[in-house]
């Protein structure tokens, strides 16, 4: 006799937007899985069309409130890529400073109030901090350290303004950013122990042999510079992207889906990060993930936790070290003349590969706008770990299920928009 069972998740909490999830298991083997992503598009390549292209990094800073930063950098590369002009290396030493910014406050965010509590057993950050209070304040005040260097740096810790195409519209003066260095060393030090912390949480045996795809540098672990590599020989510079990754409508959902043409998935974000340039970690962010349990690849997406805290580490060392080095861009940025031309650019958000493209005309104005967030190229893989944890865990009653489907979610913590509802769970038998 057929044995089915699904699992519906009608709307999925601790995850930025609005979605739901579906899996059918028929006689132990997942035969449908479904990320419903149903949230109203909100059409941002279609507003950028006609506008100045002086004006893409403060239009795409308002997609997401948790990573403007990344949405602007990979707007002023394309748009400088397009113009033909370089940035000096004190311009590009304080983007990669304000990026350091984002990538402590998003994964504090995420570590201690999004995913944290999947592993301790609350449904919420806020009963999470009931019992452990001392963690979730660790948190809270790691993610006020990040929003504190954005708002610094960038006028304010969300949607920042200071950034423009060919540099920031003012520069800082060194002591300004010398008041950021002792929260940072404060920082630096709760990064570790956030290592060690989430080190002993007990993780599900599951691991995959992910493609992984992220920027790599021959000297600098990826935030703002370098070609795209994977796992599986791909090295290509970054306007080549769209001759080996393709976007895909699919009907259930209002996110394009990603793959690479003739391969299929692909894993953008900490592990594909981590994955391909471990070497280029600071020796102390090596140590810490190797006290904390993890090789120099990560194949177990629920430690994707565990690295999302080795990077903390590192953007606290890095953020000191390029505070230490700072000199103040003079003049803060270069003038920047429109051409027609076709541009692209590519950065790491601190959820993997953020790409764009723009044609602009010659008087600056943009005829077309691509943007590819790392959620939309992560959708096949999260669908497949849904399946694959799912056939794995069917020992688990009904409820114990669910959390597990929607933890397996939250390993890569999607950026659907901002959501934070409570679930509803049918689950159907025959």
């Known amino acids: 006799m057929t044995h089915e069972r699904r699992l519906t998740v009608e709307g999925l909490a601790r995850v930025e937007g609005e979605g739901g999830l579906e899996v059918t298991v028929r006689d132990g083997k997942a035969i449908s899985m479904t990320l419903d992503i149903y949230e109203p598009p909100r059409f941002f390549e279609a507003l950028l069309r006609g506008r100045s292209f002086r004006e893409a990094p403060d239009i795409t800073s308002r997609i997401c409130g948790i990573c403007p930063i990344a949405y602007q950098m990979s707007a002023v590369q394309a748009m400088e890529d397009a113009c033909g002009v370089t940035v000096g290396p004190q311009i590009e ?78 520069s800082l003066r060194k002591d300004e950013l010398n008041d950021l260095a002792e929260d940072l060393r404060w920082a630096l030090d709760a990064a570790i122990e956030t290592a060690r912390w989430v080190g002993r949480f007990a993780f599900p045996d599951y691991e995959r042999d992910y493609e992984f795809v992220s920027l790599t540098h021959p000297s600098l672990y990826p935030i703002i510079e370098g070609r795209l590599a994977s796992s599986r020989g791909l090295d290509i510079a970054v306007r080549e992207y769209e001759d080996h990754f393709v976007e895909e409508h699919v009907a259930r959902s209002t996110a394009l889906h990603s793959h690479i043409k003739g391969r299929g998935s692909y894993l953008v974000g900490p592990l594909a990060r981590y994955a391909l340039n471990f070497a280029r970690l600071s020796p102390l962010a090596q140590k810490t993930a190797a006290e904390a349990g993890l090789s120099e690849v990560c194949r177990n997406p629920f430690q994707s936790i565990v690295v999302r805290a080795v990077e903390i580490v590192y953007a606290c060392e890095e953020a000191l070290r390029l505070i230490e080095a700072y000199e103040p861009p ?31 005309d010659a008087n600056g104005d943009i005829l077309e706008a691509k943007i590819v967030p790392p959620t939309s190229q992560n959708q096949r893989a999260i669908e497949e770990d849904l399946g694959g944890v799912v056939e794995r865990s069917l020992d688990l009653d009904d409820d114990a299920l669910r959390v597990r489907a929607e933890q397996t979610i939250r390993n890569y913590d999607p950026c659907i928009s901002c959501a934070t509802h409570f679930l509803t769970l049918q689950v159907h038998r025959e």
Request: glycine letters at 12%; a neutral charge.
């Open 93 to 170: 030493a304080l983007r990669r400073l304000i990026y350091c910014g984002e990538w402590i406050e998003s994964h504090a965010l995420h570590v201690y109030l999004l995913h944290a509590p999947d592993f301790l057993g609350y449904e919420s950050g806020i009963a999470l901090a009931q019992d452990h209070p001392k963690e979730v304040e660790r948190g809270l005040r790691l993610k006020q350290v990040g929003n504190r260097l954005i708002e610094v740096i960038g006028g304010r810790s969300v949607h920042p303004v200071n950034e423009r195409v060919g540099g920031f519209h003012r």
């Open 330 to 360: 003079d003049p803060a940025y270069v003038e920047v003349e429109p051409k027609a031309a076709v541009g692209s650019g590519c950065t790491e958000a601190p959820r993997g590969i953020l790409y764009q493209r723009y044609q602009i």
